[in-house]
């Protein structure tokens, strides 16, 4: 569902009994409710999308720009997309082919006198450093060429994104209104209640959220897997 800024913030100004009257947040209106939304919208954002791997914010991309590279551990340094969040993974893109080709292989309690194997149909993470530079700019390290990486990007106003996401939000920036504009105890009461029903809807909105990733795992025995 797609549900506006301005929307957000009165649901979550009616949650914690206050007149729900935010007309603009950016730039906010001369209301006291408004001032307060924009003070904590975009920080409660990032910290619920920091929660959980959203599978609606999740972008894998290959076409990043290789920039100079100053790292003696890292082979490569590259600038990382402007709507970047946070790293998930990152792939060898050369190596993709073979994988959906052959799969990859992972032998499981290699101390038992007779180990298995697993074929996962994930490819192999490979190892990577997001670091600032002397510039303050992220800058990904790796030891790959051609890294395909899978990050976690920054949600796009408007953007259509799944109902519980929205209610747990909603309960997240009221918890934050409710101390801003409930004052003495009446407020922390008020916001421990609702980050309460926050930490409740942001479970089912992550458990939710993952059965949009399926990993097919299949077992081989050890001498079977020898033939290869």
């Known amino acids: 569902m797609a549900i506006s800024e301005v929307s957000v913030c009165n649901l979550a100004l009616a949650r914690i009994g206050r007149q729900p009257a935010v007309t603009s947040l950016r730039p906010p209106d001369n209301s006291q409710e408004a001032l307060a939304c924009g003070n904590f919208y975009d920080i409660e954002m990032a910290n619920i999308c920091n929660e959980h791997d959203w599978s609606f914010l999740t972008v894998q991309t290959s076409t990043l720009s290789a920039v100079t590279n100053p790292s003696l551990l890292w082979s490569y340094a590259f600038a990382l997309p402007s709507n970047f969040m946070q790293m998930i993974g990152l792939y060898d893109a050369n190596a993709l082919n073979d994988a959906a080709l052959y799969g990859y292989f992972i032998m499981m309690d290699s101390a038992a006198l007779d180990p298995f194997w697993l074929q996962a149909n994930t490819p192999q993470q490979l190892e990577f450093a997001v670091e600032a530079d002397n510039s303050?700019?992220?800058?990904?390290?790796?030891?790959?060429?051609?890294?395909?990486?899978?990050?976690q990007a920054f949600p796009l106003i408007g953007q259509a994104v799944p109902p519980l996401f929205v209610d747990a939000f909603i309960w997240k920036l009221a918890a934050s209104?409710?101390?801003?504009?409930?004052?003495?105890?009446?407020?922390?009461?008020?916001?421990?209640?609702?980050?309460?029903?926050?930490?409740?809807?942001?479970?089912?909105?992550?458990?939710?959220?993952?059965?949009?990733?399926?990993?097919?795992i299949q077992f081989m025995p050890f001498g079977i897997r020898a033939r290869y």
């Not at 990904?140 to 899978?150: F, Q």
């Not at 922390?188 to 992550?206: D, G, I």
Request: charged share 15%; aromatic share 6%; hydrophobic share 45%.
């Open 177 to 216: 209104l409710a101390g801003a504009l409930i004052r003495d105890d009446v407020g922390v009461a008020m916001a421990s209640r609702c980050m309460q029903a926050y930490e409740m809807t942001l479970s089912k909105a992550t458990t939710a959220d993952c059965n949009n990733t399926s990993t097919i």
């Open 136 to 151: 303050g700019h992220l800058v990904l390290y790796c030891n790959v060429a051609i890294p395909l990486i899978k990050y």
